[in-house]
C-alpha cells in the first residue's frame, strides 16, 4: 500500500479507507459531489478583498495586510500551502508593521471552502505564530468546520496527487 504523504498523521484505518476510495476511483467524484465547483476568486486583486472582509469579520484589531496574492512558487508538495510574513519598516521615526500573505496557486482552482479554510489558517497566523490551542480555537471560531475542512483539503491534495479528477 502506497504512503499517503498528506493524511500521515491519521490512524491506519482512516488511510485504508481513502486507500480504498483511491483504488475504485471515487475520491474524485466524493469530493466533487461534497464540494462542487471551484470558487470566483481568480486575481490577486480578488483574493485581497475576500482575505480583507474575513479579516475584518473577524480580526478587526491586528496588523494591516501590505500585500495577499496566490504565489506560484509555493511548494505544496513542501507543505507550504500559504505563508504569511511580517514587515516592520521604520517610516518618519515610527515603526510601520504590515503583513503578507501568499496563498499556493493551486488554490485558484479549488473548491471555495478549501480556500476559505487556507485564508483562516493563515489569518490566525496574525493573531498566534505557533499551530498550538489558541491557533486551532481562533481558526474554529472563523471557520466553524474548520477541521474537517483541513481533512478535507488533505483528501483533494492527496486526490490531486494520483491524478484522479
Known sequence: MESLKYLAGYPPHLQARVHALIEQ???????????????????????????????????????????????????????????????????????????????????????APFLKMIVVHELAHLKEAEHNKSFYQLCTHMESDYHQLEFDLRLYLTQLDVGQA
Do not use: C, N, W
Not at 470558487?39 to 494591516?64: E, I, N, T
Not at 503578507?100 to 479549488?110: G, L, S
Open 25 to 111: 476511483g471515487r475520491l474524485g467524484a466524493m469530493l466533487a459531489d461534497k464540494y462542487g465547483e471551484p470558487h470566483a476568486v481568480r486575481s490577486d486583486g480578488q483574493l485581497y478583498d475576500y482575505v480583507q472582509s474575513l479579516k475584518d469579520r473577524h480580526l478587526k484589531k491586528s496588523v494591516p495586510l501590505g500585500k495577499v496574492l496566490y504565489d506560484s512558487k509555493l511548494q505544496v508538495m513542501k507543505h507550504a500551502l500559504g505563508t504569511h510574513t511580517a514587515i516592520s519598516r521604520v517610516h518618519g521615526g515610527k515603526l510601520k508593521a504590515s503583513r503578507e500573505i501568499r496563498i499556493a496557486t493551486v488554490f485558484r482552482d479549488a473548491p
